[in-house]
């Protein structure tokens, strides 16, 4: 594809991101001023300004997008972005909960370019206790409170109650299976053995992501524009799942030799928490002997040095799994891109998917 067609797929994803972005932060924004406006208590001030400053740093925003976009494409007549633009707001706010308990299971210090949250409110609130967990012991019921929040928001949303109580189903799904995948990968971090199912990798980023990202936030905007062809769901989840796939495979690819400024997040995380990414599964298979017994005794270890890390990662690429994980994360993304055309949704939605597509299929390394 030569550069001026890459420039007219991706436009159509930029431009419905430069319009409805701004609209969504907005709305998150003035969300939180109310709140701290209205709460009781100085403590509830403090804390309510800490998650709206969290929830608004800057972020890829892909699913509120994703969302508006699929409402936008299946809507029959004029498009009313109104309450929509609550419901894709509240995935953001969701998505900020489920980030805060991953820095703390993760252990991480970064998150969006800024501190994770229980390191702020354990530099914040430490002090005045011996409490040497308080800082994650508060960051997860602040998670809670954005969950509270979000209820509430969705329970206000004026949209017909028969939508509402569909698109509560699919909220509710979306969030226990990311649980499951999220317990699933704290299941085989830092295992003490390898001696579990093969797909484990992939059921990982299946469950946490892949329903996650694309897929769920897709059949909300359905739902939203009042689709309920079981058939155009089912095509929906045939697009989305291998881009889903696809984007964790990426983000698995980056967490390993990815660049800190770009990823937001630090470098060497996934090797530092010893998660069982596809990487880790291609390479596991791929060597053998000597090399495999050090590469699993390293990967393993708790803590984990810079020249054991750099051996990690080595044997990572000489291994062959980076270019195998490439390979892959290249056939699901042209997968989606085949079934896109199978979508009812309007071109020019379609192509705004494109763009979406198109951004995933990007690896910087």
Request: include cysteine; hydrophobic fraction near 40%.
């Amino acid at each position: 594809m030569n550069r001026k067609k890459i420039v007219e797929t991706i436009s159509p994803f930029k431009d419905f991101s430069e319009k409805y972005v701004p609209l969504i932060d907005r709305f998150i924004k003035d969300f939180f001023d109310k709140k701290i406006k209205h709460s009781s208590l100085p403590f509830m001030k403090e804390m309510y300004a800490m998650l709206r400053e969290y929830c608004t740093r800057d972020g890829k925003r892909v699913r509120p997008i994703v969302l508006a976009n699929a409402y936008s494409g299946y809507r029959k007549g004029r498009d009313d972005f109104s309450e929509v633009i609550k419901l894709a707001a509240v995935i953001e706010i969701m998505h900020s909960f489920l980030l805060i308990q991953d820095d703390i299971i993760d252990k991480s210090a970064l998150r969006r370019g800024g501190k994770a949250m229980h390191l702020l409110t354990g530099e914040k609130y430490g002090p005045r206790s011996h409490n040497s967990n308080i800082g994650s012991d508060l960051a997860l019921i602040m998670a809670d409170v954005l969950f509270a929040n979000s209820i509430e928001i969705i329970s206000n949303a004026g949209i017909r109650p028969v939508i509402k109580n569909e698109f509560l189903k699919v909220f509710s799904s979306t969030y226990e299976m990311t649980a499951w995948g999220q317990i699933l990968d704290i299941l085989h971090s830092l295992p003490r053995n390898f001696g579990f199912r093969k797909n484990v990798a992939m059921d990982i980023s299946s469950l946490k992501t892949a329903h996650y990202t694309i897929y769920y936030p897709m059949l909300m905007g359905y739902i939203l524009a009042g689709g309920s062809d079981k058939k155009e769901s089912g095509r929906i989840g045939e697009f989305a799942l291998p881009l889903g796939l696809a984007f964790q495979v990426r983000d698995d690819i980056l967490g390993v030799f990815g660049r800190e400024r770009d990823t937001g997040k630090p470098e060497d995380s996934d090797i530092i928490e010893g998660k069982i990414t596809l990487l880790v599964h291609f390479t596991v298979n791929s060597i053998k002997g000597a090399e495999r017994e050090k590469f699993l005794s390293l990967f393993t270890m708790v803590k984990k040095r810079k020249r054991e890390i750099a051996f990690i990662r080595g044997m990572i690429d000489k291994s062959g799994a980076l270019e195998k994980s490439m390979e892959l994360h290249g056939r699901l993304v042209e997968t989606s891109a085949a079934r896109l055309t199978s979508l009812k949704m309007r071109s020019v939605n379609r192509d705004i998917l494109t763009g979406i597509i198109d951004a995933i299929r990007k690896v910087d390394i």
